[in-house]
């Protein structure tokens, strides 16, 4: 199948994702909740105030709802925002349009839900990205989800290199798992894993 002729070139502006989702192509979306997310909530002691950035369809929001978990999901695209609020039901209220990087929380996040945010953004922004994250965690906090592994030019998704990864992360966040994902869909198949980096004191 042939990708369908965009307008908007620019993953920085909200309306390249509206035109996509608007137009119901949204090869990154797994139409459901993958199962590391669950497995991670199932084995968690106690749940945790979760914010899920760039959230699109916003699966994971009605999940961590429903297990009794304090979760937020924000995104800057209104079409996305829109399909993120029928996939939450009940839970509608807490999927927001903002700026990840204007964001600010109503309450300390405990957990930072990542799953094809960094990958939707240019290189170039993965500084910021990182930053905002270690602005958001306090020391023991969790960023937890699905790095993209790639050294296509071409984007988006825009894959990181391990080494990068780190760069961006190892001065302020511990790594405490990392694993192969057995769920992925077709775009991220064998090249996403399952990690959770921790906030140093
Ligand atoms: C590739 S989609 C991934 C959506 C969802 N996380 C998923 O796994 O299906 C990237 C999403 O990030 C959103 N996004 C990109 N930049 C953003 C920003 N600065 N603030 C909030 N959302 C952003 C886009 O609107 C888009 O919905």
Redesign the pocket.
């Known amino acids: 199948m042939t990708a369908p002729v965009f307008h908007q070139r620019d993953?920085?502006d909200?309306a390249f994702?509206d035109e996509r989702?608007a137009r119901q192509f949204?090869p990154?979306?797994?139409g459901g909740v993958p199962q590391a997310l669950r497995q991670f909530v199932a084995a968690a002691p106690a749940p945790l105030s979760t914010l899920?950035?760039?959230?699109?369809?916003?699966y994971e929001l009605a999940f961590l709802a429903e297990a009794g978990w304090d979760a937020t999901a924000?995104?800057?695209?209104p079409v996305?925002v829109a399909a993120g609020k029928v996939a939450a039901g009940p839970w509608a209220q807490r999927v927001l349009e903002?700026?990840?990087?204007a964001?600010t929380p109503a309450q300390p996040v405990q957990l930072m839900y990542e799953?094809?945010?960094l990958?939707?953004?240019p290189r170039a922004m993965w500084p910021r990205v990182a930053a905002r994250w270690t602005e958001l965690l306090a020391p023991g906090a969790l960023l937890a989800g699905y790095f993209f592994f790639d050294e296509s030019p071409k984007g988006?998704?825009f894959g990181i290199s391990r080494a990068v990864l780190e760069g961006l992360l190892e001065e302020n966040f511990d790594c405490v798992d990392d694993q192969p994902v057995g769920d992925s869909i077709a775009v991220f198949a064998g090249r996403e894993r399952w990690m959770v980096w921790r906030r140093r004191a």
Do not use: Q, V
């Not at 899920?52 to 916003?58: D, E, K, L, N, T």
């Open positions: 993953p920085l909200p994702w989702f949204t990154w979306d797994m899920i950035p760039g959230c699109g369809a916003a924000i995104d800057f695209s996305a903002a700026d990840f990087f964001y799953r094809a945010f990958c939707a953004m988006p998704p």
